[in-house]
């Protein structure tokens, strides 16, 4: 008797699809394995297109992680690239593929089906959208006719402030190309709170990049040949090439005819363990919603992490449905890199937090990524979110010019461990002077948190107007002279002098105590709120009025 | 009514003092805090005393991080340094003060004591150990001498190649000095497992250092004036200069003395707010005896960050009792470099879960610290334990060129969650080609621990003499010859090949695969496995066989 083999398909070969596939082999040696790509590749890097545009990346090759053919000779897959899905048959288990090249279709039959379509780049309908000059990046092939396009052009839009924007940016300043940044909000990366955005703007600037903020495109305009980016401030922007990085839009379609459930923003809806409502075919990648880890909410995390994780877990639930484990829900944890700055968050910003209503307090601290004794100590900026109802962490941001990766990632740890700021304020982090501090940035911020939480210091965000507040600038004479408080009627008094100079403040008005990172003045509002003041300190700081590229020598143990 | 201040008294101005002093500070503007100090220094940087020998900290200023006035002028505090404490009254609850200079005596008062004494490196007594050639580093005077001496002399003796050993190491090589290195182990870096250690000792040979493990220094000798080291083994080695780094003893002759409870090695023992059997007398840093995170059982950390936060958790529980935490158990983290390579551990080692007959199961993986497409990518080893019988993580190790303490730090975070290796496994970490993997090294450890457990795979450490297994290296033949496997009979069949010529192998005989890297040997073990082969992957690869700092390409998504 020969039993039929397990036939598992799978549409879609980057990096969720060939995940599944991969894990998939190593379960199975006799399962008939078949993935299905569109384009001409699989599994290739497409994090990694970017830097292949501006040079970083030399080698072409580098980035196609695995061809079709070392994925049979390794995995033992039936690669058929150019072909499409174009219709699932769930009732009799078969997709109809289309082999894009000769138009052909046929139908292959699956016991369990992974759709992993990925997302495609938003293209809105704006007035001369099809220009040729404007380009998403998606695949090898985008990336390409983009590096190919950038060779020739001087001038260069970057529509878009998110992650892949500002990665483009950085890449066409290295090509020493002219760059303007378009973002119809009023910061960088919208996904994080602004006041963690700005170290990253004024490093663009200093690098010369051209910024509309709180601007947003509206189309674009040809005269005699040359394009021009129209704003919907009435501003016109000169491009030889623009790039839109505007967002993605899952590709579900063949889910959507096929009858499968998507969410309230058009994502492939599933369960724990990554099944649609067809309970043989399952979903991973940019094309699905999940659960967010903190409120149970469904969330969308198009990032290649996750993406990779999800296949894998899914071949897991095909092979061992008995051993495994339903997925943690996400976290949404992103970081990038534009030349010397890094930023990134996990977990809930808060401005989500706000605009969901959700109960919670921050602190943002300030510190160098290692030890400030040591040479090479650079500024980082950590802005810590939590619930005031249990003391766990919601969130971190993070921006600096060291280390920033590492504080997401610990933080991102201590979320799914539902650690407080209690506990994080005790981690245990590996200390010698290269590597980091004695008391790190991270145990800083749950200090801080905690201090808040106890009522020991009330933090304020920015400097009030009203004039009967009293502004006490804490710093030395001569930095407070250097760099004033741009702000009227402060008194400079500092840390040093507090103690014998109290009297000159009147304890019957609120103060403020102001500093250059918001240490100083925690600890000058220790002082005043011991002598019976009502007093809240600048939490982070003055920083934007200090150049971030000057590590901070720290006044205090 | 005049209410008489309260006073506390704090013996030890370094980490664990200055930190208690000053967050006792924040709490309360009217306590009399008194900072006794034996040495000249308080509050230096005694982490960074080596980088100032070598010379990458050239600013000694930069090391006194507060000096007693500073710490007056910020902190109203009355410090007293050349100050010794010679005796406590517990009874009437006052200290005995000695003022070295002058020897005079006074006692005074406390209503909290804060014993913050540290601890002191070892001098065995060792004939010739006299020699004032022979040096140990623990406060700024010490550096001084050292530095001092190391500009005359040329051949350098290192004794103990644990975490300060292997700094001096590194800064002597710096000054290019002939460096050798004494080590009772067979092994550097006692804490770790010894193939944790292999990288680091490559290292150190690169450099030139002459390293005598599993070999103790027995005495000193001269002749003719010249100092030499004579060795356990007969060896004897020159040396202008010698560093005893063999260890630290707690300095408790004073808490001993006031009857003060020890632990069975000689710490002061504390409860979980750091008291000691006087609840009135606390005590912090390296000195005492503290809770293992993961036994519950006593345990000695004498590192920065712990005596750091000690201080600061006394100071709470002082002002604050009601609101104060009891601390959490110690994991012990720490982390060294010397030269390219980064070397540390959190939690338990294999040796100590061996030799305490704890239940534990281990992997070793390696891989990049970054995306392996992008430029810079360096190899990293990760070594990870855990406890069988909830699958929690007890520790893990870490290794490489790049990144290994963002991966310790990581996991100690998930150890103070309770994270178990399917936690690990489903981390979701800040990913960005500059930055990380999507499959972090972490989420690979996970993975292959729970592959482990699952019976998915089976690893095994070293390479069976038993002529009967089957020893296969899955390489391509071009590495396999280049860098064969040490072993005899080794068969050759890459992994592309294996399907086709697994007829070549014998079902009835036990198989082990093995690799570069441990990757594609277990990808092959799956293969065999499910063709009913008893098969063993070798763990971590034949890493100690190729060289390290050529980043390895990997071969599969």
Known sequence: MTTQPFRLVIIGGVAAGASAAARARRLSESARITLIERGPDVSFANCGLPYHIGGEITDRAALAVQTPQTLQ?????????????????????????????????????????????????????????????????????????????????????????????????EQFVHLQKEVALVELLDQLLPPLDKPMTLLMEDELKRRGVQLFLGDAIAG???????????????????????????????????????GLELGPRGHIRTDAFLRTNDLDIYTAGDAIQVRDLVTGEPAA??????????????????????????????????????????????????KRLRAAGRPYRTVTVNDNHHASYYPGAKPILLKLLWDPTDDRILGAQATGLAGVDKRLDVIATAIAGGLTIDNLSQLELSYAPPFGSAKDIVNLAGFTACNTRDGLVSPIETLP??????????????????????????????LTALRQSVAELDPQRPAVTVCALGKTSYFAACILALHGFSVQSLTGGLRATVDPRTPAKLPTP
Chains 1, 2 share one sequence.
């Open 465 to 494: 107007d009203d004039p009967a507040v009293q502004i006490v600038d804490v710093r030395p004479p001569s930095l407070a002279q250097k760099h004033p408080v741009p702000h009227p009627g402060v008194i400079n008094i500092p």
């Open 73 to 169: 000779a390794m995995l033992n897959l039936d690669v058929r690239t150019g072909t499409e899905a174009v219709a699932i048959d769930r009732a009799a288990k078969r997709v109809r593929l289309r082999k894009l090249a000769i138009g052909a279709e046929e139908w292959l039959s699956y016991d369990k089906l992974v759709l992993a379509p990925g997302a495609s780049p938003l293209r809105p309908p704006l007035p001369g959208i099809d220009d040729v000059r404007i380009h998403t990046l998606r695949s090898l092939q985008d990336m390409d006719r983009l590096k190919s396009a950038a060779a020739a052009a001087q001038r260069v839009a970057v529509i878009g402030a998110g992650f892949i924007g500002l990665e483009m940016v």
């Open 220 to 258: 674009f305009a040809t005269a005699g040949g040359a394009l021009s980016c129209r704003l919907k401030s009435g501003r016109s922007l000169g491009a030889d090439l623009v790039v839109l990085a505007v967002g993605v839009r899952p590709e579900t379609a063949l889910a959507k005819d096929a």
């Open 301 to 350: 995390v198009p990032l290649g992490g996750p993406a990779n994780r999800q296949g894998r877990a899914i071949a897991d639930h095909i092979f061992r449905p008995a051993e495994a484990k339903p997925l943690p829900g996400a976290l949404g944890t992103a970081i990038v890199r534009a030349f010397d700055v890094a930023a990134g968050l996990t977990g809930w910003s808060e």
